[in-house]
């Protein structure tokens, strides 16, 4: 994992200095909130419906169990003791005080984390597969590559004022978990013929109040031109960007009006000139040395298979049931990538208490060579564990309430804040998935249903990535009312697709009835327990679901 250097250290303690400065001359009344504004931007405050809330960047979405241990203590001291993770792998507070915020950030760096381009018109996060340097299905550690961007992005000079927030994910797998076709830029580490890694580039992809699937500008750009590329996608993004209407000023927009062929074209004039110069081209040293940041830990050379592992799967059910929801393969012979589901039936999804944080850091601490990771699903993740040790893992998580097995099932739903905590959503998300959950919480049927997974934002902005769910739910205000769009076959994998709106808009009262009409249609017309509901969608369309629902609501 990446650690900070001197200039680090010393460029995140005097912004939380300056930012301190800044607090003060708020609250004694020297600014205005709209003077205010932009600057508490910068550093990741925001103010919602009924408190401040606090955004910290969790970079690619590792952390170490001193990191977590620090969030379980702000979350403790400083808000009400649980926190918030994000599609974004961020943290949110969401009930600080903003006098505490300068102590929460000045305990933060001192744990080498920050809230800095969490907001703002600028490249936020870069995020990554979840599994990174672990999975089996790996081309290359992701993160190195996610690193190298987030170095050059942090406070970049030409582009810390954009016409909008800018995206970027990195995925370096057959399976993309990282949902990088929904991003500004969308990276695919590969490798050609010659066993040279590049990058696929896709750009323009996004979600929110006009959705696309983003558009593939190169099929194989060389490793050493990752910077000179992606500096020449936001030169022209910021050149042409729209700055009169924020509702346009995305890059998706711009590809959109202008033409992929344009754009493309606009794009390698730029990356010309820029290779021109010579200055951002990528040296095969610089490239390794961030890479020996992310070194493996050192594995034992154990068999693929777990004798200890056998004999408690036969003898323990609720085990044999994570292991069968929450494992993934790893490269490494023995060890396996677990998932802590932050779903528990009736739980806000993604949020988790301090006393739950302090759990997983002391598990990971132990069994997972110090190393955490944060998906965009909003769960936690194991990266390296023993396959010998996952029974005594997997009754730690039950001490801790964390032992749910629905990875990829019906009730492990995205969902946003929504409008218990957001000033722009229109609906609530967490009471209705958490109904959704309630209804669909008996294990059995969410493993008949099989893979689905439901997702839901309060409002157009799509936080909750509803465009891209199997199921998606948009929250909408009808004369006051909530109301819920429903959107059918979406996807945020390597086959992206955006979801088709099926009938009209249905109460809160309605929402949970009408997502078991959909799931009966898909059992009644699946072949067989093999096909998902994502290809039964795909294969069968719209009128089936469409016609069901038509029946019930009439």
């Given at each position: 994992?990446?650690?900070?250097?001197?200039?680090?250290?010393?460029?995140?303690?005097?912004?939380?200095?300056?930012?301190?400065?800044?607090?003060?001359?708020?609250?004694?009344?020297?600014?205005?909130?709209?003077?205010?504004?932009?600057?508490?931007?910068?550093?990741?405050?925001?103010?919602?419906?009924?408190?401040?809330?606090?955004?910290?960047?969790?970079?690619?979405?590792?952390?170490?169990?001193?990191?977590?241990?620090?969030?379980?203590?702000?979350?403790?001291?400083?808000?009400?003791?649980?926190?918030?993770?994000?599609?974004?792998?961020?943290?949110?507070?969401?009930?600080?005080?903003?006098?505490?915020?300068?102590?929460?950030?000045?305990?933060?760096?001192?744990?080498?984390?920050?809230?800095?381009?969490?907001?703002?018109?600028?490249?936020?996060?870069?995020?990554?597969?979840?599994?990174?340097?672990?999975?089996?299905?790996?081309?290359?550690?992701?993160?190195?590559?996610?690193?190298?961007?987030?170095?050059?992005?942090?406070?970049?000079?030409?582009?810390?004022?954009?016409?909008?927030?800018?995206?970027?994910?990195?995925?370096?797998?057959?399976?993309?978990?990282?949902?990088?076709?929904?991003?500004?830029?969308?990276?695919?580490?590969?490798?050609?013929?010659?066993?040279?890694?590049?990058?696929?580039?896709?750009?323009?992809?996004?979600?929110?109040?006009?959705?696309?699937?983003?558009?593939?500008?190169?099929?194989?750009?060389?490793?050493?031109?990752?910077?000179?590329?992606?500096?020449?996608?936001?030169?022209?993004?910021?050149?042409?960007?729209?700055?009169?209407?924020?509702?346009?000023?995305?890059?998706?927009?711009?590809?959109?009006?202008?033409?992929?062929?344009?754009?493309?074209?606009?794009?390698?004039a730029e990356y010309a000139a820029i290779r021109a110069q010579g200055r951002l081209t990528l040296p095969q040293a610089e490239i390794d040395r961030i890479r020996a940041y992310f070194a493996p830990p050192a594995f034992e050379d154990l068999p693929a298979r777990s004798a200890t592992l056998d004999a408690a799967l036969a003898s323990d059910e609720g085990l044999a049931?994570?292991?069968?929801?929450?494992?993934?393969?790893?490269?490494?012979?023995?060890?396996?990538?677990?998932?802590?589901?932050?779903?528990?039936?009736?739980?806000?999804?993604?949020?988790?208490?301090?006393?739950?944080?302090?759990?997983?850091?002391?598990?990971?601490?132990?069994?997972?060579?110090?190393?955490?990771?944060?998906?965009?699903?909003?769960?936690?993740?194991?990266?390296?564990?023993?396959?010998?040790?996952?029974?005594?893992?997997?009754?730690?998580?039950?001490?801790?309430?964390?032992?749910?097995?629905?990875?990829?099932?019906?009730?492990?739903?995205?969902?946003?804040?929504?409008?218990?905590?957001?000033?722009?959503?229109?609906?609530?998300?967490?009471?209705?998935?958490?109904?959704?959950?309630?209804?669909?919480?008996?294990?059995?049927?969410?493993?008949?249903?099989?893979?689905?997974?439901?997702?839901?934002?309060?409002?157009?902005?799509?936080?909750?990535?509803?465009?891209?769910?199997?199921?998606?739910?948009?929250?909408?205000?009808?004369?006051?009312?909530?109301?819920?769009?429903?959107?059918?076959?979406?996807?945020?994998?390597?086959?992206?697709?955006?979801?088709?709106?099926?009938?009209?808009?249905?109460?809160?009262?309605?929402?949970?009835?009408?997502?078991?009409?959909?799931?009966?249609?898909?059992?009644?017309?699946?072949?067989?327990?093999?096909?998902?509901?994502?290809?039964?969608?795909?294969?069968?369309?719209?009128?089936?679901?469409?016609?069901?629902?038509?029946?019930?609501?009439?």
């Open positions: 994992m990446y650690r900070y250097d001197q200039f680090d250290r010393q460029f995140v303690t005097e912004r939380v200095a300056e930012f301190r400065d800044q607090v003060a001359r708020r609250l004694s009344g020297e600014l205005t909130e709209d003077e205010f504004k932009p600057l508490r931007l910068m550093n990741g405050v925001y103010l919602q419906l009924h408190a401040y809330m606090l955004r910290i960047a969790i970079p690619y979405g590792s952390l170490t169990p001193r990191q977590l241990r620090r969030l379980a203590e702000i979350a403790r001291r400083w808000d009400r003791g649980y926190g918030h993770f994000t599609t974004r792998q961020n943290l949110q507070f969401h009930w600080i005080k903003l006098k505490d915020v300068p102590d929460i950030l000045s305990a933060l760096a001192e744990v080498e984390m920050h809230a800095i381009q969490t907001s703002g018109n600028c490249i936020r996060n870069v995020s990554a597969d979840h599994y990174a340097g672990a999975a089996a299905d790996e081309i290359a550690d992701p993160r190195v590559y996610a690193e190298i961007l987030r170095q050059w992005s942090a406070l970049h000079p030409e582009f810390s004022f954009l016409p909008r927030k800018f995206k970027i994910a990195v995925s370096a797998a057959a399976d993309d978990r990282a949902a990088i076709q929904i991003h500004d830029i969308g990276l695919e580490v590969k490798r050609n013929e010659a066993g040279e890694i590049g990058f696929g580039v896709f750009v323009g992809g996004g979600l929110g109040r006009s959705p696309f699937i983003a558009k593939k500008l190169r099929d194989f750009l060389p490793e050493a031109e990752l910077l000179s590329y992606c500096e020449a996608i936001l030169r022209v993004y910021n050149m042409y960007g729209r700055r009169d209407n924020k509702f346009k000023a995305r890059v998706k927009i711009l590809l959109h009006e202008a033409g992929q062929e344009e754009i493309s074209r606009q794009v390698e049931r994570f292991v069968e929801r929450n494992l993934a393969a790893h490269k490494q012979p023995g060890y396996g990538v677990v998932t802590i589901s932050l779903k528990a039936i009736g739980a806000v999804p993604g949020d988790v208490t301090a006393e739950q944080m302090e759990a997983i850091a002391d598990i990971a601490e132990r069994y997972s060579a110090g190393d955490l990771r944060v998906s965009h699903e909003q769960n936690l993740v194991l990266p390296h564990v023993k396959l010998d040790d996952l029974p005594t893992v997997y009754a730690l998580l039950q001490k801790a309430g964390l032992e749910t097995p629905n990875a990829g099932l019906i009730s492990d739903i995205i969902c946003c804040p929504g409008l218990d905590y957001c000033s722009l959503a229109n609906a609530r998300s967490i009471p209705l998935a958490q109904r959704i959950a309630e209804r669909f919480g008996d294990l059995e049927r969410q493993t008949l249903i099989g893979d689905l997974k439901i997702k839901i934002s309060g409002c157009i902005n799509a936080c909750g990535h509803h465009h891209v769910g199997h199921i998606g739910i948009l929250g909408v205000d009808r004369k006051g009312e909530e109301f819920y769009q429903i959107t059918l076959g979406g996807s945020g994998d390597q086959n992206a697709s955006l979801g088709e709106i099926v009938g009209k808009g249905f109460s809160s009262a309605e929402v949970v009835d009408v997502i078991e009409t959909i799931v009966d249609t898909y059992l009644a017309r699946r072949q067989g327990p093999e096909e998902t509901f994502l290809a039964c969608f795909r294969r069968v369309g719209e009128a089936p679901f469409r016609e069901a629902l038509y029946a019930t609501a009439a």
